[in-house]
């Protein structure tokens, strides 16, 4: 482990192996057995070594590069909350492996859902602050208090100047042009696109996708946007039966259902896309379930729900605890006590 440390240190400092081991009065030999492995330095050198590297002691042993990952893509999925001198020294020590390789893609993209992660808990800390401002000022007066509750949930708040996508539409549509077979950037610029109801734009992306399931879903999204229902729901419905093995024609199809106030079917759909999976399955179908049996004002079923998804983390994923497990705890104990003051 320190002998990996050493050697991207020493990158880092773009200095020759030699270099080093002039400063360490040792022999460049010595140097490049560390670096393989081969040998370790003496105890005596490490308070010159992280000197000279600008790194704490601690900081040479660091664990392994796949380790680490692995540990920080863990500690996403798993911690509610990121200590913050643990996201400190997560970031830094990215930033590292970039300073080394400035185009690391995966250093980069655990860069982004670092911090990902902690603008969620940021923002769940200020929904809970707004909530409370929202219940003790006067409620004649709650303008600052609601735009900062809308804020924190990322929710529209009827200003079209701060809700539209305008800027993400125009990063994709610049992707798109230098990847033009990129499906998932295809994906993300229709759904921006629909959601902004700029459906002429949209339509023209929409056919791009001919090919599978998403392109009857999308056609869907785009005759309810315009108000055609029917063909929304014809479409939809079309998806499901042309691909019956895929689950996520499934659960597309139970969002339409949902959309349309078709609460039973959205229900008997969403579980039919969980049920699809077999082993290992995503949990999507029985958080939507979920979501419309609360919905509809059935809590014991949507508690029920949210057991279903605790045993199907335990017994297809092995997952026990962690946040993963917690938040539907947590739901479950909120729907018990919304279920007692609507009794």
Known sequence: MIGMNIKLFRQQKHVKQETLADYLGVSSQAVSKWETGTSDPDI???PKLAAYFGVSIDELFEVPRAEQMER???MIYAERRIRPETFQRTVEYLERLLQADPKDVEALTMLAQVY???AH???ENASYYAERALDCCDPTHTHDQWSTYLEANEAPCGDDWFDNRFSVIRFVEGYLEKHPKNRSALLTLCDCLLADRRYDEAERFVEQLKGDYTYLDYRGKLAFGRGQKEEALRLWEQAAREYPAVWQAQDNLGEGYRALGMYDKALEA???SFSMQGEKPFTDGL?????VHEQIGDYAAAMEDYRRIIDCLRDQWGITDGEEVDFELREIERLKELSARRA
């Open 72 to 74: 920080i893509q863990n």
């Open 287 to 291: 958080f939507a379930r979920a979501q």
């Open 270 to 272: 969403f579980e039919r």
């Open 44 to 46: 005596a050198l490490l």
């Open 121 to 123: 808990s940021d923002h």
């Open 116 to 118: 990902n992660h902690r």
